[in-house]
């Protein structure tokens, strides 16, 4: 029996952006939900979301210009990493995945993740969702991973960056931060938080930032605009070590965006050719190997 999703599910109707996306453009932070009756929500999670299965995925990039993609697996799927690798099997080579896996998963599964097209895998340090970071953890997991060439996605509270730089720069593999530090624009660029996000971007060479999640630093709401300059100081400041992704279906927003308005966001902060094309095609390319 279906359960009653607890958030809201995302704009099925995305718009014919006016931005065309140069070819093998990647998102390179989105989420696949469900369907809950062939890939279970998790019992323990922190939100139960609506089904957003492959076919809408698949509509999705299709209309807004997008051929690649990198999965994140969302805490709602628990450890349950198969509505990745599945998705990825039928991609044609054109999707790869970031995994939830914590350090009881042993070498043999961590390789077969591998195998199945998984590139990383995501920890996410936010209050809100009740993640109090273990580090012992953390620590173990890294210690698995790096022999195969993974990174580490970091979801945390922008108030914590800074705190967090001296574990991330010491790390022996690269790692990327989610939706720019989680970046409220309603503090303005000169906020403590930010500065410390383009501090450890500009001094780590294995940091790498996604310019995404602009709705959820707006405080203004549509079209977002309030939350551009932020991802255009970070193209500035690392445009070699910045993604792009839309974050469809978009969990847990207070203002759902349109999907097709995010990609014209695209110009506004990578303002020429060369710069949007490392952020859609070369950048995901070389962290991601497609």
């Not at 993604?243 to 506004?268: A, Y």
Request: overall charge negative; aromatic content about 10%.
């Amino acid at each position: 029996m279906a359960r009653t999703p607890t958030i809201q599910g995302p704009d099925l109707h995305p718009k014919t952006p006016a931005f065309k996306a140069p070819p093998g453009s990647c998102d390179a932070h989105t989420h696949i939900f469900g369907p809950d009756a062939e890939y279970p929500y998790a019992d323990d999670g922190s939100y139960i979301p609506p089904d957003a299965g492959l076919a809408d995925f698949r509509k999705l990039h299709d209309a807004i210009g997008i051929e690649r993609a990198v999965i994140v697996n969302a805490s709602c799927h628990g450890l349950d990493n198969r509505v990745v690798t599945d998705a990825i099997a039928l991609s044609g080579g054109n999707y790869k995945g970031v995994a939830n896996i914590d350090d009881s998963f042993t070498e043999a599964q961590i390789d077969a993740l591998n195998k199945g097209g998984i590139m990383g895998c995501r920890f996410t340090f936010l209050k809100r969702l009740g993640r109090t970071p273990d580090m012992s953890s953390f620590y173990r997991v890294v210690d698995k991973i790096k022999a195969f060439g993974w990174h580490v996605v970091i979801y945390l509270d922008p108030e914590t960056v800074a705190e967090f730089s001296p574990i991330l720069t010491k790390l022996p593999l690269p790692y990327v931060i989610d939706h720019m530090g989680t970046v409220k624009a309603a503090k303005g660029l000169d906020q403590p938080d930010f500065h410390a996000l383009l501090d450890l971007a500009r001094s780590d060479e294995k940091c790498w930032v996604k310019c995404c999640g602009f709705e959820r630093a707006s405080a203004v709401g549509k079209p977002f605009h309030d939350a551009v300059p932020f991802a255009t100081k970070l193209v500035e400041a690392i445009p070699d070590r910045v993604l792009w992704g839309t974050d469809w279906p978009h969990p847990n927003v207070s203002v759902m965006p349109n999907d097709g308005e995010l990609v014209d966001l695209i110009p506004l902060f990578a303002h020429d050719p060369v710069a949007q094309h490392k952020i859609l095609v070369d950048n995901p390319a070389r962290l991601y190997k497609f």
